[in-house]
């Protein structure tokens, strides 16, 4: 066979082994980031569990640390870019009778785009949010009834 053949061969088997690789190593990623998911998951439920038992006769105050613990969990996981925060959504061109600007009643968690904006005020960990870079707005429930 001549060299140039076995060259091509050789190339050939080399990109085969490549691409398994690839398949190989994204197979294993995706394995570790269930792991990593689930690990997560029941980090989650064993805080949500200790908030129920500490405070079982304190609703409101469960319902608070449920809203925290899930904020918490949400920012953990979610890229830079993207935050999750308590407050209101700044509604723009919607005025009060006396021109003050109208905001949103008070929601639990609202994810929106931290990359391109910041928060239009924030004390004490309650955020006053743009409406466009709002993402999605989560009421968030300790029971179903």
Same mark, same amino acid.
């Given at each position: 066979?001549?060299?140039? &053949?076995?060259?091509?061969?050789?190339?050939? *088997?080399? *990109?085969?082994?490549?691409? %398994?690789?690839?398949?190989? !190593?994204?197979?294993?990623n995706n /394995?570790?980031? &269930? @792991? %990593?998911?689930?690990?997560?998951?029941? @980090?989650?439920?064993?805080?949500?569990?200790?908030? $129920? $038992?500490?405070?079982?006769?304190?609703?409101?105050?469960?319902?608070?640390?449920?809203?925290?613990?899930? #904020?918490? %969990?949400? !920012? @953990?996981?979610?890229?830079?870019?993207?935050? +999750?925060? $308590?407050?209101? /959504?700044?509604?723009?061109?919607? %005025?009060?009778?006396?021109?003050? =600007? #109208?905001?949103?009643? &008070?929601?639990?968690i609202i994810?929106?785009?931290?990359?391109?904006?910041? =928060?239009?005020?924030?004390?004490?960990?309650?955020?006053?949010?743009?409406?466009? +870079?709002?993402?999605?707005?989560?009421?968030?429930?300790?029971? /179903?009834?």
């Amino acid at each position: 066979m001549p060299t140039d &053949q076995v060259n091509e061969l050789l190339t050939e *088997k080399s *990109k085969i082994g490549d691409v %398994f690789q690839l398949w190989y !190593n994204m197979k294993k990623n995706n /394995i570790m980031f &269930q @792991e %990593f998911y689930k690990h997560k998951a029941r @980090e989650f439920r064993e805080r949500v569990t200790s908030a $129920q $038992q500490l405070f079982s006769k304190h609703k409101v105050s469960i319902g608070l640390i449920g809203e925290a613990i899930l #904020r918490d %969990f949400l !920012n @953990e996981i979610l890229p830079l870019k993207v935050r +999750a925060t $308590q407050g209101f /959504i700044y509604l723009p061109g919607c %005025f009060y009778n006396n021109y003050t =600007p #109208r905001l949103s009643s &008070q929601c639990d968690i609202i994810i929106y785009n931290a990359k391109d904006y910041a =928060p239009l005020y924030s004390y004490s960990g309650v955020d006053v949010i743009q409406a466009e +870079a709002v993402f999605a707005v989560v009421e968030v429930k300790t029971s /179903i009834s």
